[in-house]
Structures are given as C-alpha cells and as structure tokens.
C-alpha cells in the first residue's frame, strides 16, 4: 500500500475578454480536482470546482489557486461538500487556496462545507491577496463531524491582505488534539457548524457596513479596512448557510 | 534587567485601566456560558490559547523591537470585531499613559506621537517592557497572564465567584500559560526574519461574536 | 531618560495643570458621596447655574454605565458632546481613585474635542464613605451626603466626609420627615473638618445650589489666578 499521498493543484485564470465578458484562459483540473465551466451569468464567469474522488485524505496535499484579472469577474462554487477523511497515509492533510484579485476585478468564492469525519486531520490554509480596487466575496464553512459523529482535527488558517498590507488574520483549530477551549464558553460553545464571510469593496473605504448582530451567534464587522467580515456559529449547515445568505444578501443590496 | 520589574508591570493593581474590562467574561456570563468555576476555567483556557497567545506574541514581537506601527496592523487584521480593537486600543493608550510616567522612555513617547489615540494594548505592552528593561518572554508572559487574570477577576465580581476557586483557575492554567508564552517568544524571533505573518492568528469566534453583543447593550458593568 | 518632557501631540500624564499645546487646562472638580445623596441633581444644577458664564463639561463614573450620563442628557443641562461615561467595571471607587487613566483619558478628549474648558466636574458612581478622587485626577473634590441617609454620617466621619474640601449636606427640606438634627450635623461635621468648608443646600428651595457655585467660582478664580 502506498503512503505518499495524491498532490493535486487546480489553476484558474480569469481575464476581461474586452466584450463585456470574462474569459477564463487557464482552467486546469488535476486528478481528484476537476473543473467545469459553467453557463455565465451576465459578464461573469462561473466555474465548478467537481470534487471526482473524495478526500483528501491523511497525507494527501490539494491546492485550488484562482487568479482574476483587472476588470474580469469570476464565480467559484463547488458541486459537493468537501470530506476530510482519516487516510492511510500518515500525517495531516494539506488544502492550500491561493487566491489573487487585481483592481477592478472581482471574485466570488462560494463553495459548498468542509466536513471534518472523525479521525481525519486536515490543516487548510485560505490566502487572498487584493490589490486596491478588488471586490471579493468569499465564503467558507466548517463541519465538525459528519452526523452523530465525532469532528477530526480540523485547522483553517484565512489570510486576506490588500496591497500587501494584512486585512485579515484569523486561524481556527477544533477537534482532538486542538489547544484546550477550543469548544468551550470562548471557542465554539457547542457548534458544529462555523463560518465566516468576508466581503471586501472599494466603496466600503467611504461607507463602511454598520457592524450588526444577526442572532445570538453570528455578528457582521466591519474591518480595519474596506472589508467585512460575518463569523457565525450554529448547530448545523443547513442554519449556518441561512445565516450566512441571509447577511450577504443585505450586504449585496 | 529586573525581573521585580515583571511583577510591578504584571500586578492587577497597574494603573492601566484593566479593571473596567472583563475580557468576554461580562458577555458569556449574561449568555450563560460562564456560571461557574469550571466554565470559567474552560472560558480562560480557549482565551489563552487564541487571543492570549496572539497577543503575547504580539507583544513579545514589540518587546524584541520589530515596528510598532507594523505589529499594530497585524492586530487589526487578528481582531475582527470593531468593539475589541476600541477596547484594545483604549487600553493601550492607557497602559502608555501609566508607562510612560513608570518607565520613561523615547521609544514609548514616539510610539504615543504616532498613535494618540492608542496603539493595540499587547504592542503598547512589549514596548513598555522594553522600556522597563525586560525581555520579549517577560512581555509574553505578561500578556498572557492578562488574558486570564482579567476575566477571572471580572468573573468574581460578576458572579460573586468565590475568589479562591478563581484564583484556582488561574493556578490550574499556570502550566499551559508556561507553553503559551513560550511558543508566542519563538513565534516573535521568528517575525524578525519572516515578518509579521509569521505572528500566530488563532482565533475563538464565542470571543468577537461575544464582544459585539456586548457593545450594544446599553446598561453594562464593564467597558469589553 | 525622559527624552519628551513637553508632551508634544501625546497624553500628558497625570495631572498636569498644563495641556500638551502648554495652554491651561480646565479645573477638575471631582463630587462624590453615597448612593442617592444628589450628587447627579447637584451636577445638574451646577451645569444650570454655570453654563451660560462658563465652558464647562461632565465626566460620569457610573456603576451600571451610562445611567447617571443619561439622565444629565436626558435634564439637557449640557450638550451630549459634553457630558462622557466612564466605564468601571462595578467599581467606581477604582476609577476616581486606585486607576484612573480611564478618568484622564476622558477628561483629556473633552478638551480636545469640545475645549477649550474652564471646568470639567467628574461624577463618581455611588459609592461608600471612604471613596475619594485621586489627586491625580481632580483638582479639588466635593463630597455629597444627605440628611435622609442618618444624621450621624458627619460623626462617623471617613475620608469623605473628612477631607473633602467641600462637604455637602444635602436635601434639608426633608430634615424634619426623617427626624435629622441639622444643627448635630453642623456641630459634628465641625469637629470633623475643623476649617474646611460645609454646606447645607436643598435644590429644591430657591437658593438651590447657589452656595456650591459660588464655592466653585472661587476654585475657578484661584487656578486661574
């Protein structure tokens, strides 16, 4: 039985295709990273990422990176959930996300969950750089354990940055083998579903969004910076997802 | 250096304006998530382990003398909630005021001229243990101690704790403060060379959701 | 070494009678005394009296925060960007006294947002009889009792009603309901303070805080001196 692993990178490029649309010059799936083209909406491109093997699994090292250009705009979702999975292989999993939005560009990044199965060890790292100009909406969510089960050990670091300069830094650690509190009265307090949505605007410079409570366990607010964040906690996906549509839409409006 | 200089910057009786903060406490005891010792201890140990080590490494990254106005933005990219960078920077300025009449120093008045206002407290803090002639572990284990010490306090007040189980807490999590301020010194040596991304980020969601909960009510006891 | 002695741009540090541009700051009254002795109504009654000859501002040390700053707001005797809360976490007697840099901070943003100022009074919450002002932070304190709350407070004595360099017997319209002997105040608060001055005042007379502003003119008078 091997042990290595599966190493995987997915590219995306988008462009402005100078008729109003967007075009998408690189698309390059590899192994359990397949991805399709979906119909566009307007002048925006839409892609799939189509998960054709689940994982990753103990060992395996995945990475998606997503490039837009200046005045392009790309949607990024994904057909499933994403599994982390105990392997045979030893060792964490690796899910690199690099993303990279130029002025005027914009990138929305909605993928389905992240589950975490019992027994699977996962360490993803989510990096966005922006230059000025950059519109971004980006989500992700965790689930911790599948049903009735036990959550693996699950860390997610999120790093967005505009010019360089840091405009969010948040890394969370759960399950087994997490430092201590993690889901306690200060960590999750129980949840097992977590998300965070991060919308980040040139025009939030001037008006940024009003910082607001949306229930007991999710709270928008506003960054040092054109940005926002939502970070919401809740018993299931099915409640985060609502949570999480229901605060991008008032801030799409 | 004077290591008695740790004690008199680690004392709870520092002028500094700690007292009117209750470090979440306030907030997860209205909700319920704190009503007791135990869920006291809990609470303090995910705060060490998230803001507390993000900020003793911030403060030992200040402490070693990697810029101030650098380690600042890594704070406000580590602090999402806009209530706890008020309060963050709120306390730094205080804790400037107190130092600088403490431990006078050229470095702490530039860092007050160039944020009146208030640097976020762990730089402020790195920067006045410097001043007090105290090294980067010194600073973290400062701050660290303060992730807890304030909510526990803030606690006995709250709940009318027992002040001998909330000092328990606090012994109880002495060891893993010993591995926190640790791990957030080798992390600052590390920002001297990799920069500031090489400073911790770990966050605890209860602490921010909390915190902007907090902020809206309109009668409370302490200002965070 | 203190390389910055002029405070250039940055908090000065504690009680400085100087602002960092070197221009006077504003005089510090700090009024203290038990809970529900009107010391928020004297406030009141003081900004009445004082705000059309003076520029003046309020500092409140609330226990539960912003109460005592909500009524002030709510009498309208100031502007809202005149009157600041201080949080102090259950513990007012902290903030005016042991810590106060949240106290200072307040005071200072009142000057640079609303100043210049002749007079900033700071309210500290209710609290018991052995709570007084930093020196650090005021420049003289008033300490509020009432003839309501037992006419041996004066005997008693304590930090407050000893050392304050204006002692406050309020509420003596209703000295006779609750059987308060104001001359055994008088006498009592005598021997306590020996020279320093006591009045009694009820706002609810014509005089009303007359006697404590004009003690207030004088603190002016003096520091501007």
Redesign the interface.
Known sequence: MTTAGVRATARIGARADGRGGTALPVLEGEGPLALRRTRASGDEARVMLVGAMSGPLGGDRFAVEAEVGEGARLHVGSAAATIALPGQAKGEARYDVRLDVSGGGELRWLPEQLISAQGSDLYVSSRVELRSGARLVFREEQVLGRVGEQPGRLTS?L??RLDG?????????CGPGA????D??????GHRA?GQLVVVRPEFESEPPQ?R?LG????L?????PAA?V?A?APDALRLRRVLDEALRTLDR | MSRAALLVLADGRFPAGGHAHSGGAEAAVKAGRINGAASLEDFCRGRLNTAGLVSAALAAAAALGVDPALLDSAADARTPSPALRVAARRLGRQLMRAARATWPSGELDALARAFPKGAHQPVVLGLVARAAGLGPEDAAYCSAYESVSGPATATVRLLSLDPFDATGVLARLAPELDVVARAAADAARNVVDAGVDALPSASAPLLEIGAQAHAAWAVRLFAS | MHLDHTHDGASAVSADARRPDGSRRALRIGLGGPVGSGKTATVAALCRALRDELSLAVVTNDIYTREDAEFLLREAVLPPERITAVETGACPHTAIRDDISANLEAVEDLEDEVGPLDLILVESGGDNLTATFSKGLVDAQIFVIDVAGGDDIPRKGGPGVTTADLLVVNKTDLAPYVGSDLARMAADAKAQRAELPVVFQSLRTEAGVTAVAEWVRERLAAWTA
């Open positions: 670091r790093t967005v300069r840091p405009l969010l830094d948040q890394e969370l650690s430092p201590g509190g993690w306690g009265p200060a960590g999750l307090g977590l910082a409570l007991e366990y999710a709270a607010m506003p960054l040092a910076g964040l970070s906690l």
